[in-house]
């Protein structure tokens, strides 16, 4: 195969943006390395959503954070920044309809749907309002769930996530639309396919999956119209270098009511959500940077929130 062709691969590993629990006995462990390992989860298990069986785990104490990954990933992904997260955070991770632990199922694959059902999740186990942070597919679902239900999202921190299919650099569609069942033979090497295998509750799904998310990629979709439904709090993350286009980057934060006009000197036009751009990072690498968490932090926790001139100076004294 040529270079190329992995290369279409490694972009669907980032893909877009676009009840009672089992035992987590019965749930396969995770592939992990000695310097990316997850710590044990409080609590973990499967969740029956919607049709699907849904796998969760929770970490640490705190205020709810619910962490949503990107597409051919699970929640292992995010074991770089995890552990900050959950310092003084509950962190709820899960994995998304076909990946990881969660089985793909025979149900079409829509983030329409995915959202819904992270909203069920969320009140299965026991929370009336959390805090979002999706990266790339799981920004897509994150972005879902606060437009459909925004009564359960406090605030919300999209990672590497647009808000239409138009906002990718041009060549990256063609590219997108290559990925199929196809690529499965190719991919046995891959870490996205040892990872998938070491968990998957149906390893034999995996070309189904790749064909899923093909066709998933192929769609075009543009949530323009939605962008306003958000009237939670929401930060914007993208790496200097990312899959999307600036000025689509610049368009959403614009839409969401950012980057209009001066802030006034006593910051009384500042919009309440914040824009992240991550100097040096991609699409493939700003989900597990430390700048992320460093950045996003500060905003779930409402430091970020919009204060007066005297408020601000008042701090530094």
Same mark, same amino acid.
């Given at each position: 195969?040529? +270079?190329?062709?992995?290369?279409?691969?490694?972009?669907?590993?980032?893909?877009? *943006?676009?009840?009672?629990?089992?035992?987590?006995?019965?749930?396969?462990?995770?592939?992990?390395?000695?310097?990316?390992?997850?710590?044990?989860?409080? +609590?973990?298990?499967?969740?029956?959503?919607? #049709?699907?069986?849904?796998?969760?785990?929770?970490?640490?104490?705190?205020?709810?954070?619910?962490?949503?990954?990107? #597409?051919?990933?699970?929640? %292992?992904?995010?074991?770089?920044?995890?552990?900050?997260?959950?310092?003084?955070?509950?962190?709820?991770?899960?994995?998304?309809? /076909?990946?990881?632990?969660?089985?793909?199922?025979?149900?079409?694959?829509?983030?329409?749907? =995915?959202?819904? %059902?992270?909203?069920?999740?969320?009140?299965?186990?026991?929370?009336?309002?959390?805090?979002? @942070?999706?990266?790339?597919?799981?920004? /897509?679902?994150?972005?879902?769930?606060? $437009?459909?239900?925004?009564?359960?999202?406090?605030?919300?921190?999209?990672?590497?996530?647009?808000?239409?299919?138009? /906002?990718?650099?041009?060549? @990256?569609?063609?590219?997108?639309?290559?990925?199929?069942?196809?690529?499965?033979?190719? @991919?046995?090497?891959?870490?996205?396919?040892?990872?998938?295998?070491?968990?998957?509750?149906?390893?034999?799904?995996?070309?189904?999956?790749?064909?899923?998310?093909?066709?998933?990629?192929?769609?075009?979709?543009?949530?323009?119209?939605?962008?306003?439904?958000?009237?939670?709090?929401?930060?914007?993350?993208?790496?200097?270098?990312?899959?999307?286009?600036?000025?689509?980057?610049?368009?959403?934060?614009?839409?969401?009511?950012?980057?209009?006009?001066?802030?006034? !000197?006593?910051?009384?036009?500042?919009?309440?959500?914040?824009? *992240? =751009?991550?100097?040096?990072?991609?699409?493939?690498?700003?989900?597990?940077?430390?700048?992320?968490?460093?950045?996003?932090?500060?905003?779930?926790?409402?430091?970020?929130? $919009?204060?007066? !001139?005297?408020?601000?100076?008042?701090?530094?004294?």
């Amino acid at each position: 195969m040529s +270079k190329t062709f992995f290369t279409i691969l490694a972009s669907a590993a980032a893909l877009l *943006a676009s009840p009672g629990a089992t035992n987590a006995g019965e749930v396969k462990p995770a592939m992990t390395t000695a310097t990316n390992a997850l710590p044990k989860p409080e +609590k973990s298990g499967l969740l029956p959503i919607n #049709g699907l069986n849904y796998y969760y785990a929770i970490y640490g104490k705190g205020e709810p954070l619910l962490l949503l990954h990107g #597409g051919l990933g699970s929640i %292992d992904m995010f074991a770089p920044i995890l552990p900050k997260l959950a310092e003084n955070r509950t962190v709820i991770g899960v994995d998304l309809q /076909g990946h990881g632990r969660t089985a793909l199922g025979d149900r079409p694959f829509t983030v329409e749907a =995915i959202g819904d %059902d992270i909203a069920d999740i969320v009140k299965a186990l026991g929370y009336d309002k959390v805090d979002v @942070m999706g990266y790339s597919l799981g920004g /897509g679902v994150a972005f879902r769930m606060a $437009v459909q239900h925004p009564e359960a999202v406090r605030r919300l921190v999209l990672v590497s996530t647009g808000y239409a299919t138009d /906002g990718f650099y041009d060549e @990256m569609r063609p590219q997108q639309a290559q990925v199929s069942a196809a690529a499965a033979a190719f @991919m046995k090497d891959t870490p996205m396919y040892k990872s998938y295998v070491a968990v998957a509750p149906h390893p034999e799904d995996f070309p189904k999956l790749l064909d899923t998310l093909g066709n998933f990629m192929r769609q075009n979709r543009d949530y323009s119209a939605d962008v306003a439904k958000l009237k939670m709090p929401v930060m914007l993350a993208y790496g200097d270098s990312d899959m999307y286009k600036p000025e689509h980057e610049i368009k959403f934060y614009q839409m969401l009511g950012g980057g209009l006009k001066d802030a006034g !000197w006593m910051r009384e036009n500042l919009s309440q959500n914040r824009l *992240a =751009i991550l100097p040096n990072r991609t699409h493939y690498d700003a989900f597990f940077a430390p700048e992320l968490t460093a950045a996003a932090l500060p905003f779930l926790n409402g430091e970020t929130k $919009v204060k007066t !001139w005297d408020e601000v100076v008042g701090e530094t004294e």
